[in-house]
């Protein structure tokens, strides 16, 4: 029983690191790549994307890239619900059921929407990483991620 743990424990370390690097390394899987948050030596040279968001909600969001591979958000929506909204970015297009989630909603603040139904992000760095070489899409979604109130497709500028 004790080799057993032993042999598993030193599996887990193995398996762990190895893990760990392709997150570091901004190794992904999800058929589009990030920039490293690590390469800002490999950033290369800026890039915009640009989506119009539409649905239940409409509006515009622009990416750009900054010289550490992270990413400087502008976004302006209206139509929705007065209280507040979430985003977030994922592989591929607006209602592709096979789509990885990227970018999270907890990596980006949480929008608040006022009685006009508009929410704004202006020029704002989140520490996440850029996304490059693949098909992207922005989601709005409701405070609980449940209800999608518009979607975006990802494209260069």
Request: hydrophobic fraction near 35%; proline fraction near 4%.
């Amino acid at each position: 029983m004790r080799m057993s743990r032993s042999l598993f424990a030193a599996a887990a370390a193995v398996l762990g690191t190895t893990v760990l690097g392709a997150c570091a390394s901004g190794g992904s899987t999800n058929g589009g790549d990030m920039a490293g948050g690590a390469a800002s030596a490999e950033a290369g040279p800026q890039q915009t994307l640009v989506a119009n968001l539409r649905g239940r909600g409409n509006g515009d969001i622009t990416i750009v890239s900054t010289p550490q591979g992270q990413m400087r958000v502008t976004l302006d929506v209206s139509g929705l619900p007065r209280g507040s909204a979430r985003w977030r970015i994922r592989s591929g297009q607006c209602g592709d059921p096979a789509a990885l989630e990227i970018a999270s909603s907890a990596a980006f603040r949480q929008l608040q929407v006022g009685s006009d139904g508009r929410t704004t992000v202006r020029n704002q760095q989140f520490n996440v990483p850029f996304p490059r070489n693949g098909q992207f899409h922005v989601q709005l979604l409701d405070s609980s991620r449940q209800t999608q109130y518009a979607c975006g497709n990802l494209s260069p500028a």
